[in-house]
């Protein structure tokens, strides 16, 4: 009976598809003749969808490798499907990401260097320990010419910034950096610009989206899921292991480039042999190296799953079996997640964490070193 059932949709839908063709070619004065082993072929022929009205590339409903389709269609053609992206770049990528690491950490680790002697000169250590610090107090004349309500809204943001402590001031400064770059996805007339600039596909040739890539996200699922896991690790990473917001930002900015080019390279070199590439956003390779540091120096910290309530795992258990499932999903060629860069991302956050913070130790030396040389 299912034989049956699954053999008569299937003539359904050859039939659909056939009497398109036919009004197609009678609107453009072609005479059309249905093939005499039609209703022999039909059990045995592949679905076809009907065609349907493709969505805008400014359609922020459309999901956001549909709208890039889209978006490339009305670049380079009728429907390459990404057949016009056929640069295949290994060279430019790595140094690239090598450029991005080098600097992150030499102009963190300066400016670490730098508001630490200011401290030491006004006799405290602890002042200026923190990138994003709280501005200095204004006068309240300042503000006086407000209206009410917005001087009050004002005071309270003010008043929950200098209230937050470094490491929270640090995440809620990427969480914003996030969010905004997801609001002007939401945009219509900067889609375009977007989906060239913020979403990084294997094949296109530009390295700049390895970085600028990190900040996009496709959905607001996706942006929460990823900002709810930086605000709950990136402070407890900070605090525990990492030695201020400079630190923390290059750790963040260095990981998901180098999370971003893990994927480039494993589908240039290997998967687009089997399946076409496909462009890749978001934010979860950097995620999961903030994981895996939280991991190597905090492993007994008891965490859940928020789909498994009441259920706990310490860190140390929990970070192992899921790097596990991404290396499955890895061989078993699984699209829903972009394993490449999560694997990258723990095995940068653990390889900083081990070994990393040794080499940012011995250039503060150095650059104390140097201050103290009067050559800085």
């Not at 009678?26 to 039909?42: D, S, W, Y």
């Not at 030491?120 to 002042?127: P, R």
């Not at 005071?155 to 402590?165: N, P, T, V, Y």
């Not at 042999?273 to 890749?280: A, C, H, L, T, V």
Request: contains cysteine; charged residues 20%; positive net charge.
């Amino acid at each position: 009976m299912s034989r049956f059932w699954h053999r008569c949709q299937a003539v359904t839908e050859q039939a659909s598809f056939a009497v398109w063709q036919a009004r197609l070619s009678r609107n453009r004065g072609v005479q059309h003749v249905l093939p005499i082993n039609f209703l022999r072929t039909a059990s045995v022929a592949p679905r076809r969808r009907l065609p349907t009205q493709r969505p805008r590339v400014d359609d922020p409903q459309a999901p956001l490798k549909e709208r890039v389709r889209v978006h490339e269609e009305r670049e380079h053609g009728e429907d390459p499907k990404w057949k016009d992206y056929k640069r295949v770049t290994i060279l430019r990528p790595v140094l690239f990401s090598a450029a991005v690491v080098v600097a992150s950490f030499g102009v963190a680790s300066y400016m670490r260097a730098e508001r630490r002697w200011e401290a030491q000169e006004k006799g405290s250590i602890f002042a200026f320990d923190q990138i994003f610090g709280p501005p200095p107090r204004r006068r309240m004349d300042e503000s006086s010419a407000l209206p009410e309500p917005i001087s009050r809204i004002k005071g309270m943001i003010l008043h929950w910034w200098e209230s937050a402590r470094p490491s929270q001031q640090t995440a809620y400064a990427i969480v914003g950096i996030n969010t905004a770059v997801f609001l002007l996805w939401r945009i219509p007339s900067l889609q375009p610009f977007m989906l060239r600039h913020f979403a990084h596909h294997p094949l296109s040739g530009r390295s700049y989206t390895l970085l600028t890539s990190v900040f996009s996200h496709e959905s607001f699922l996706h942006l929460t899921f990823n900002m709810y896991a930086l605000l709950g690790f990136a402070p407890l990473l900070q605090e525990r292991a990492l030695e201020s917001s400079e630190e923390m930002v290059a750790f963040y900015l260095s990981s998901g480039v180098l999370a971003s080019l893990g994927s480039h390279l494993v589908t240039t070199l290997w998967l687009r042999r089997y399946r076409s590439p496909k462009p890749s956003v978001g934010a979860s390779g950097a995620i999961w190296a903030i994981l895996a540091g939280c991991a190597s120096c905090l492993p007994h910290i008891p965490v859940g799953i928020i789909f498994l309530p009441g259920i706990q795992f310490t860190l140390g258990e929990l970070i192992p079996a899921l790097v596990g499932l991404d290396v499955i999903g890895l061989i078993r060629g699984w699209q829903f997640f972009d394993h490449a860069a999560h694997l990258t991302g723990a095995g940068v956050g653990y390889m900083y964490i081990e070994q990393g913070r040794v080499w940012w130790k011995w250039w503060q030396r150095k650059l104390d070193e140097y201050h103290r040389q009067g050559r800085i």
